[in-house]
């Protein structure tokens, strides 16, 4: 007869193996095949914060806000250091239209992990799009250290000193993703609005005509 703690490991080794067959499922595509075996692993009073950060993350993308919440709140309860589950959290306050709340959010992601890029680059837009210039440009250029080619993120920034008035400066940056990328047409917008701007062509053109704050920021 089975001792009880060969019972208990024999039921984690089968909580691992249905989160890792969640996991799998979910990188296919496959998400209600994902919710279930991920929620049968979450079931285990012993899973870990980032198992049910994991199923937080897929009940979102379902659509299952609230139940997304509660779940990454469990995540949170369980370990307050998993800087996933903060990330994660924020990402589903923002898109309730709640930015401070997301903010801070991002922002405890980031004092825990300082190389957790995707909360770097979260905590960037939305302090953007709250108007925090100062603060917005010093993340975007932290999340640049992390991964420094990422093109979105530098038009992002591009897009945020042209808002500042500092056309040279966002001009060298959409012109280095331009020739990085010649077919990006984003880059493409922002290299002709900033010429436009710092070389006015002859009157009667209609250089410059869409403000830079229309050229899409992108998370």
């Known amino acids: 007869m089975p001792q009880p703690d060969e019972v208990s490991d024999f039921s984690k080794l089968q909580c691992s193996i249905f989160h890792a067959l969640g996991m799998s499922a979910f990188k296919r595509g496959h998400f209600e095949e994902a919710l279930n075996f991920v929620s049968k692993a979450c079931a285990n009073s012993e899973a870990p914060a980032i198992w049910h950060r994991d199923y937080a993350e ?3 993308r379902q659509g299952k806000s609230e139940a997304a919440e509660a779940e990454v709140r469990l995540a949170i309860q369980l ?3 998993c800087a996933a589950a903060w990330e994660t959290l924020g990402t589903i306050l923002i898109q ?3 930015l401070e709340e997301s903010c801070d959010c991002y922002e405890r992601a980031v004092q825990i992990d300082r190389t957790f890029s995707n909360a770097v680059n979260n905590l960037a837009v939305t302090l953007d799009r709250m108007g925090k210039a100062e603060a917005a440009e010093e993340r975007y250029r932290q ?3 992390l991964i420094p080619d990422n093109a979105d993120i530098q038009l992002n920034l591009a897009t945020l000193l042209g808002d500042l008035r500092r056309y040279q400066e966002a001009l060298q940056i959409a012109q280095r ?3 990085q990328h010649p077919t990006m047409a984003r880059a493409q917008a922002l290299v ?3 010429r436009d701007i710092l070389e006015p062509i002859p009157s009667g053109g209609n250089g410059g005509s869409e403000s830079v704050s ?3 920021r992108t998370a």
């Open 96 to 98: 309730r239209g709640l």
């Open 143 to 145: 999340v640049l250290g």
């Open 79 to 81: 370990d307050p250091n």
């Open 192 to 194: 002709t609005y900033f």
């Open 58 to 60: 897929m009940l979102d």
């Open 214 to 216: 229309n050229q899409k």
């Open 177 to 179: 993703v331009c020739d």
